[in-house]
Structure formats: structure tokens, C-alpha cells
């Protein structure tokens, strides 16, 4: 058994869109690993957020394909 991971990328960084992308992905059987947000130099809030998943799998096959990112 290996590990895979997920990066799930939006440049809407609210409460209410991150949540709902957590939700989404763990409904689909990953678990939150993560969150790290990129800054802009002109404003206190983040650009962009980077949203972190593992699962365990045997192949590729198993992976949820395309990307559901919003704002990507």
C-alpha cells in the first residue's frame, strides 16, 4: 500500500469555499493533510490557498481525476 496525495489550488481563499472543498474531497474518501496559503506583499489577505489531502491506494486508477480547484 502506498501513499498518494492530493493538491487542490483556489484563488478564492474564504471560509465558505475552502469548506466546501474540504468537504467535497473527503467525501470522496481523502483526508485533510493541509492548508498553506500563499501572500501578496499588497494586502494582509492570502492570493491564493493550497489545500493539502492523503489516501491510501495501490494504482494510480484509484485517483479521482480532473481538476476541482476552484478559481484554477
Known sequence: MIIRYKVVETQIVTDE???GLINSWV???????GIR???SDASRRPSMA????????D??????GGR????S
Open 37 to 39: 496559503f500563499a501572500m
Open 68 to 71: 476541482d480547484g476552484e478559481g
Open 50 to 57: 493550497f489545500i493539502l489531502f492523503t489516501r491510501e491506494g
Open 59 to 64: 494504482t494510480p486508477e484509484e485517483e479521482d
Open 27 to 33: 467525501d470522496k474518501g481523502w483526508l485533510l493533510d
Open 17 to 19: 469555499i475552502i469548506e
